[in-house]
């Protein structure tokens, strides 16, 4: 079967940093992405690794193992409106090129 | 900014009846995907399609649930007939290409709620 698993729910403070984990199990792999998506709005694209490795835009960055089937999206100076969930997806080649999305993690940021 | 556009944003139904929503991808999207979302889960593909042409429908319930692209733009996707368990958010979402579908871009839902 096929699998991604990512925590459910993370609570941080404003300025914090925040490290989501996804960890996959599929039959192949082409790569990993990050969606964020806020309540009641449509998902957006944030990043993809196909390599290992650390790949950074702005705030946001994504890290990618794949010898060991895992990746992170590290949020880093937390605003309150990052509040949001926030989907790792897999390409999983032999299913074609369409994603498999992990259940999500929602993502609380305080004052 | 192009957008995907879909409509309706929302549709209350009652069970066994049909129900259809449309998709225009951003222009020059050569693939176009249909998913669904359960509230507090992540989106489920139900069918892709490159230009008119169907790539993935293995999640497609079939025996109700059909899409259709025909001249490669806009796409609709239809339920006949429509069950409890169909409630849900329907996304559109397109690619440039089957080989950039890790960056999709989603349309803002169809929230269908089934009574």
């Known amino acids: 079967g096929q699998s991604l698993e990512q925590p459910s729910e993370v609570t941080a403070v404003e300025g914090a940093i925040v490290q989501i984990n996804c960890t996959y199990q599929?039959?192949?792999?082409?790569?990993l992405s990050w969606y964020q998506q806020h309540d009641g709005g449509a998902p957006t694209f944030l990043s993809y690794?196909?390599?290992?490795g650390l790949e950074e835009t702005g705030r946001f960055s994504s890290f990618l193992s794949r010898s060991d089937s895992y990746g992170y999206l590290l949020l880093q100076e937390l605003q309150m409106k990052d509040s949001a969930s926030y989907f790792c997806?897999?390409?999983?080649?032999?299913?074609?090129?369409?994603?498999?999305f992990g259940k999500g993690t929602t993502l609380s940021v305080s004052s | 900014e192009a957008e995907v556009a879909q409509s309706p944003r929302y549709k209350i139904t009652e069970k066994s009846q049909a129900v259809a929503f449309w998709c225009d991808p951003i222009?020059?999207?050569?693939?176009l995907y249909w998913y669904r979302q359960i509230l507090g889960q992540g989106p489920e593909l139900l069918v892709q399609?490159?230009?008119?042409?169907?790539?993935?429908d293995s999640q497609l319930p079939k025996d109700r649930f059909s899409a259709e692209r025909l001249k490669g733009v806009d796409s609709t996707l239809k339920i006949q007939p429509a069950e409890l368990g169909d409630s849900a958010m329907y996304l559109c979402?397109?690619?440039?290409?089957?080989?950039?579908?890790?960056?999709?871009?989603f349309g803002p839902g169809t929230r269908l709620t089934v009574t």
């Open positions: 399609f490159q230009d008119e042409s169907v790539v993935d």
């Open positions: 222009s020059g999207h050569a693939t």
């Open positions: 979402a397109s690619s440039l290409a089957r080989s950039d579908s890790y960056e999709q871009y």
């Open positions: 599929t039959s192949g792999f082409y790569g």
């Open positions: 997806a897999v390409r999983d080649n032999q299913a074609g090129t369409a994603l498999i």
């Open positions: 690794n196909a390599l290992d």
